[in-house]
Nanobody
């Protein structure tokens, strides 16, 4: 089992930056996949990017070149660095962890952190 706590959200003007954090209650190297999702009002939750056990990362095309995922293993924390923010990036951002244990798969979500980008 793992608990996830996001932080770092807030209000920022378009073109600004924010760094979100997702702190896990266990070693993030023991988590098979970690991911950032976001959900805007009236829209479905969508994937922003993922990070594998080895630390390799990927983000979706809509944020490529602006958002970067990284981690600090010593702090059991994954980050989402968001630059050149746009009003359409406004959403609640969630952290997700997926753990595979032979024939079982477990998924855990954080509580989310609000990001609001003003024009």
């Amino acid at each position: 089992q793992v608990q996830l706590v996001e932080s770092g959200g807030g209000l920022v003007q378009a073109g600004g930056s924010l760094r979100l954090s997702c702190e896990a209650s266990r070693r993030i190297s023991s988590i098979d996949v970690m991911a950032w999702f976001r959900q805007s009002p009236g829209k479905q939750r969508e994937l922003v990017g993922t990070m594998a056990t080895d630390g390799s990362t990927g983000v979706v095309d809509s944020v490529k070149g602006r958002f970067t995922i990284s981690r600090d293993s010593a702090k059991n924390t994954m980050y989402l660095q968001m630059n050149s923010l746009k009003p359409e990036d406004t959403a609640i951002y969630y952290c997700k962890a997926k753990i595979v244990d032979f024939t079982k798969m477990y998924e855990y979500w954080g509580q989310g952190t609000q990001v609001t980008v003003s024009s």
